[in-house]
């Protein structure tokens, strides 16, 4: 019953919060959450540096994935603090990847790839649980299945990179090809239902030259596909079956990421297969291949509750928000846009 009910509110949850992003955030309005002024202009006036809606979708995305991943933990018995280290582990190799694979793929030093970072993750996942077991585990006492772990990884990794593409939307990033240059097929699909972006600091408009034009809504597809999957790949391992929610969770995402990019018309690298296509096909085989080696890995029935109530203490509780601090601040501070404030006294108020 509480695997039931907990799946039925995550549904009703997402599609609130779907129904809202995609509504709203192509807007102008929805890019700059905040400005704080720095430095007085030779002018009187004050430039700024901005924090994004970006981030905070991200903070958001990242804290749901966390929790999700501290949840499929507890319920196999894996204590709160194994998993947060674990996950601190993963974040500390993850999102500086995100900025590092960008550089290297696409020459640019001022963004992000949640590819290139989940790439990282899927390679390193297993020898980073082997390392935390020998460590943190010894010491602290607590052993963390691989298989079971690696598989609540990419559950986690589905909710969270699902719901991070609100924050695409409102950046304007990891946009859709036009629906005029589209397939009939594409046209058929998608006419009335595609995304037009408005504003000219949303990436859309000044490396794509799209704005107000539109196109495929390929972030609303790839946000509901994901959290789809991850909803099924979530009641497979509360349902004991951690390989096969494993390999459903990796190989549908990764599989969507490499097709998706046909669908999208940002820069992705140079070539007719880009570099994300390929690390997503190889993140495949890969997953796989760890499937294969820990087949034998024997499962628990996993107990949802006990995981649930895992997140119930003050020191998880400050965990989860140093996290969402953490990402808000290094994802949402913008360095390709900028500010310039004004500051005034409403004389009739005094």
């Not at 000219?200 to 794509?208: F, L």
């Not at 070539?271 to 690390?279: E, F, L, T, V």
Request: charged share 10%; proline share 3%.
């Amino acid at each position: 019953m509480i695997v039931t009910m907990t799946m039925f509110s995550s549904v009703i949850l997402l599609t609130l919060y779907f129904w809202w992003g995609f509504r709203v955030l192509p807007g102008e309005r929805w890019q700059v959450v905040a400005s704080i002024p720095v430095a007085r202009t030779e002018q009187g006036e004050w430039s700024g540096i901005n924090f994004t809606w970006y981030g905070l979708l991200s903070a958001n995305a990242y804290l749901v994935a966390v929790v999700v991943l501290l949840v499929l933990m507890g319920a196999v018995g894996v204590p709160p603090v194994g998993t947060a280290i674990l996950a601190a582990a993963m974040l500390c190799c993850c999102v500086p990847a995100s900025r590092l694979v960008a550089r290297i793929v696409e020459k640019k030093a001022h963004t992000f790839t949640v590819g290139g970072a989940v790439f990282v993750g899927i390679l390193i996942t297993p020898f980073v649980i082997v390392i935390v077991n020998r460590t943190a585990g010894e010491i602290l006492a607590f052993h963390i299945p691989i298989m079971s772990a690696s598989a609540a990884i990419a559950i986690a990794y589905a909710f969270g990179e699902g719901l991070g593409r609100l924050a695409c939307i409102s950046f304007g990033c990891c946009y859709g090809k036009p629906l005029a240059t589209s397939s009939l097929l594409l046209k058929r699909l998608f006419a009335g239902r595609g995304f037009v972006f408005f504003g000219s600091t949303k990436k859309i408009a000044y490396a794509g030259g799209l704005e107000a034009t539109e196109v495929i809504p390929i972030q609303a597809v790839t946000a509901v596909f994901y959290s789809v999957c991850g909803l099924i790949a979530a009641w497979l391992y509360l349902s004991s079956h951690h390989t096969s929610a494993f390999l459903l969770a990796t190989i549908a995402t990764q599989g969507w990421r490499s097709f998706s990019e046909t669908l999208r018309a940002d820069y992705r690298g140079e070539g007719r297969i880009s570099a994300y296509q390929i690390m997503g096909m190889v993140g495949v085989a890969y997953a796989v291949a760890v499937a294969i080696v820990l087949a034998g890995e024997s499962h628990a029935l996993p107990d949802l509750s006990s995981g649930l109530k895992s997140l119930w203490s003050p020191a998880l509780i400050l965990f989860l928000q140093g996290i969402w601090i953490t990402i808000f601040l290094y994802t949402g501070r913008s360095t390709v846009t900028g500010a310039t404030l004004s500051f005034h006294v409403h004389h009739d108020r005094i």
